[in-house]
């Protein structure tokens, strides 16, 4: 990939990155690739709500399988489950299983393998292709 442009590198070390931000959302892999070299680990802020983001694999890696960082925000706060009132319609989202920790994570997982196998994907690919023959 070529260096970001230089209207790209609007990225402050000191300010969080707005990630909704419409200019990073159309030139994304510039600013992907900016983080990556010069602000791995960095203060982000996506609709009102301040985070870090980790922009090369190894550092997500590492913060993944760190105890210390958990994907349930009660586990880590005793509180709420959200920083925010969360509506109906979207809990079920933000209470998927990649927001859950281990214990709770690992049960959810092995209760679904099975139905992320290689074989079966590829009985619902060809499951999915004669539905489509028949529509066609």
């Not at 790209?8 to 892999?29: E, G, M």
């Amino acid at each position: 990939m070529n260096a970001p442009a230089p209207e790209l590198i609007k990225v402050s070390a000191t300010k969080p990155l707005n990630l909704s931000d419409k200019h990073l959302v159309q030139n994304r892999w510039q600013y992907y690739e900016y983080l990556r070299e010069h602000l791995p680990v960095h203060r982000a802020k996506v609709l009102g709500v301040n985070l870090f983001v980790t922009a090369r694999y190894d550092d997500c890696l590492a913060v993944v399988k760190d105890e210390r960082f958990g994907r349930n925000r009660a586990n880590i706060t005793g509180g709420s489950r959200f920083p925010f009132p969360m509506p109906n319609n979207l809990k079920f989202l933000a209470e998927s299983i990649i927001n859950q920790d281990d214990p709770q994570h690992r049960r959810l997982r092995q209760l679904v393998q099975k139905a992320f196998s290689p074989k079966s994907l590829t009985q619902v690919e060809v499951r999915v292709n004669e539905w489509a023959q028949e529509l066609a």
